[in-house]
């Protein structure tokens, strides 16, 4: 934010493009349909919270460490108390406030839900007491085995009224979601409190009555908010496998196992083999920090630098918004850490831009929608995806980012080529020069793409991630005070506030995705699927790689990149391991496909998005999307067949590898636009993909075969355009 004398001193310099921009980031902040414009009074309390929740994972991560399950369920608990005061139940309510004050089911509804949670609540005030005041001079066991029941009780009866009556005054926090708030803060009080306890005792026979319940309710509460948050597909998922842990004994083939009591099973998910295990560790600091990071970027308006200095170089050019997208959106979409997320954070302006000059609705939702995915598998952060594969593996987080640097190259060299082309098919024009930003003005102002060089120096230096992420903040605080834009407390309070807000999603997720991880860890279904993988595939690691690609996007379908890698690193990758691919390889193949399934019809979260803000089709969306995105789909083919594209060899075989690989994607995307050296026949789009294809395994056979396949193509074209002549 500005001060109206910086504004006034800088408005002549604005051009459209800047406006629109300055525009953008204020209207693009991340906003579920059913999240509550609070104002006055209100709107400072939440925010102040806000700010308390980023402040205290900034302080812990840098100055005074916690221990680690106390941290992850801090994380997780203020995650909940947030959620379910920010975001209401529906995104519209369909009984009248004063009808709900009426009836009186939704009275006794709401009375049974604040009975059992503020009994919950006490009775663990009561332990707490006993235990740190008197020092256990009273038997706790009474709140322990008491207190539980009426929790959880309570808790399901605010969830249903929140169903039935939803609130319809958005400006007020819903009686509901203020108990389901306290009762997030009793369970995670009860389990951090017994946390050294509970390491002990989890999933075994001496778990305690109160571990179950509070962990019950912890879950109840994880699934609500991801609902609110993140939509069915996840929840489906979720309780699917729940109930698998129960009914496992009922279950043929594979699936059968020997059952877990309800104790057994909800006092081990909340541990560190479930809900707390990698998604929430990487959530609690790397995803949380660098999506701070990203706040900071856009209250600065640093961020905005980097989309006018894309719009200043390509935006005169052929289709030169869309070039602009791409560039913009990889790289916020690096930092954002959701493609969703990112598609309305950068499409709010790139794609009117993109309709400006030509494109259809349907092709800009498209466009941006494949480049903010991109952004997931773009180093050095990946959306928190390196963090998490580190996490997973044990492989070196600077040899991830190392290994994913020309995959990711090629795909927005892919999407460009997909671009281009479709603008020089179209005989699109780039914006006029007078409404662009001026390019000699954005060179003066370089030293703000100094956060990005801080980040990425500390990285390649060897300082920790979080090291990194903390300095590239600091200094995106101290760039901004060479800007009208300077970050002041009131700037810093946003920033603050708005990096909490846009983790919740992110939070909410990583727990459920826990949820399905413990099920994997406690029930042993991982292993015996990889056996079947094993199985099915007859020792052939081609087809156990498809079998991959397929699990990888189904479970993706509707799912955020963090938590469909996770799942299905857990469930798919230790096959494939096992049949001698390259823990590396198997790793990055299946992160490539879970990013590529937000661009995957039928259910494509970013598609969705970008259709939004288009006004286009949702499936013709994802459709155009999927074309858009196709190299990605092959990309992780052509790594599998050749290890020097993630760096694995001579510098003669990497090169080699690089270069036939962008002459092979650009063949494709010839094929896919149907334009190469003009309009290009369907034989002609046949021959390019068989060439393109062709140059997948790295070969210098297949490479021929690919080029000579192109030359035919080229002069086939040629005589065509002569004879039409």
């Known amino acids: 934010m500005s001060h109206p004398s910086d504004t006034d001193h800088t408005s002549d310099d604005l051009s459209m493009i800047e406006q629109e921009t300055a525009r953008a980031n204020v209207d ?28 205290f994972h900034l302080l812990v991560m840098n100055v005074y460490p916690l221990e680690t399950w106390a941290y992850r369920l801090s994380h997780v608990g203020g995650g909940l ?121 989890a999933g075994m026979p001496m778990a305690l009555p109160g571990d179950m319940w509070s962990a019950v309710t912890g879950v109840l509460l ?83 630098y980097f989309v006018n200095l894309a719009f200043a170089a390509a935006g005169h050019r052929r289709g030169g918004p869309a070039k602009v997208a791409i560039f913009a959106s990889g790289l916020m979409g690096m930092i954002n850490g ?23 609705p349907q092709t800009a939702a498209s466009v941006e929608a494949a480049a903010s995915t991109g952004g997931q598998i773009m180093p050095p952060i990946m959306g928190a995806g390196a963090f998490i594969m580190a996490e997973i593996t044990g492989i070196a987080y600077m040899d991830i980012v190392a290994a994913a640097i020309i995959p990711a190259a090629l795909y927005f060299i892919s999407v460009y080529f997909m671009v281009d082309l479709a603008a020089l098919k179209a005989d699109m024009k780039g914006l006029p020069r007078d409404q662009l930003p001026k390019l000699g003005v954005l060179t003066r102002q370089i030293y703000l793409l100094t956060p990005i060089v801080v980040l990425i120096y500390a990285l390649f230096a060897g300082y920790s991630v979080i090291r990194c992420g903390t300095l590239a903040m600091i200094t995106a605080a101290v760039v901004s005070w060479l800007t009208p834009h300077r970050m002041g407390p009131k700037q810093l309070f946003h920033a603050l506030d708005s990096g909490a807000r846009m983790v919740l999603q992110l939070v909410a997720v990583c727990a459920t995705a826990g949820i399905i991880v413990g099920v994997i860890a406690l029930t042993g279904i991982g292993s015996r699927f990889s056996t079947v993988l094993l199985a099915l595939a007859d020792q052939s690691q081609i087809l156990a790689l498809f079998f991959a690609m397929v699990v990888s996007i189904v479970l993706g379908m509707g799912m955020p990149t963090t938590a469909a890698y996770a799942v299905a690193a857990s469930v798919i990758a230790p096959g494939v391991v096992n049949l001698g691919v390259e823990p590396l390889i198997a790793h990055l193949f299946i992160f490539y496909f879970a990013v590529m399934s937000a661009i995957t019809p039928p259910v494509a979260l970013a598609s969705y998005a970008g259709s939004a803000l288009a006004g286009s089709d949702p499936v013709k969306t994802s459709v155009e999307s999927f074309r858009i995105g196709l190299a990605a789909f092959v990309v992780p083919y052509m790594f599998f067949f050749s290890p020097a594209m993630l760096l694995q060899g001579s510098w003669f075989e990497i090169a080699h590898i690089a270069a036939t690989a962008v002459v092979g994607v650009y063949l494709l995307s010839c094929a896919v636009q149907g334009w190469f050296v003009g309009r290009a026949g369907a034989a002609v789009r046949v021959a390019l993909a068989i060439g393109g294809l062709s140059m997948i395994a790295g070969g210098w056979l297949t490479d021929g075969i690919g080029l000579g396949v192109a030359a035919l193509a080229f002069f086939w074209q040629k005589h065509a355009a002569g004879q039409a002549a």
């Open 222 to 304: 994880i699934i609500e908010l991801t609902r609110r948050l993140a939509g069915m597909a996840l929840v489906i998922i979720a309780s699917i496998f729940v109930a698998y842990a129960f009914l496992g004994p009922w279950l043929p083939g594979i699936f059968e196992h020997r059952g877990y009591d309800a104790k057994r099973f909800f006092s081990y998910i909340f541990t560190d083999n479930g809900i707390l295990s990698a998604p929430i560790a990487i959530s609690s600091t790397y995803i949380i920090l660098f999506v701070i990071f990203a706040a900071f970027l856009q209250t600065t308006r640093v961020g905005e």
């Open 338 to 360: 959701t493609s969703a997320g990112n598609v309305v954070a950068t499409g709010s302006l790139t794609i009117p831009m993109m309709k400006k000059v030509g494109y259809r």
């Open 28 to 55: 693009a902040e991340p906003l579920a349909g059913n999240q509550r414009d609070f104002s006055g009074t209100r709107h400072w309390v939440i925010a102040a919270a806000c700010v308390a929740y980023s402040v």
């Open 81 to 201: 108390i947030l959620g379910f005061l920010l975001f209401g139940s529906t995104a519209m309510t369909l009984t009248p406030p004063e009808a709900q004050r009426r009836n009186p089911l939704g009275l006794a509804m709401l009375a049974l839900a604040a009975a059992g949670i503020l009994y919950g609540l006490i009775g663990v005030t009561a332990v707490w007491i006993n235990g740190t005041v008197m020092g256990e001079m009273l038997p706790p066991a009474w709140a322990m085995s008491s207190f539980g029941i009426p929790l959880t009780l309570g808790t399901a009866a605010a969830i249903l009224h929140s169903w039935v009556f939803p609130q319809g005054d958005r400006t007020r926090f819903a009686p509901a979601d203020v108990l389901l708030a306290l009762a997030a803060l009793t369970a995670t009080a009860y389990l951090i409190f017994f946390s050294r306890q509970l390491q002990l005792r």
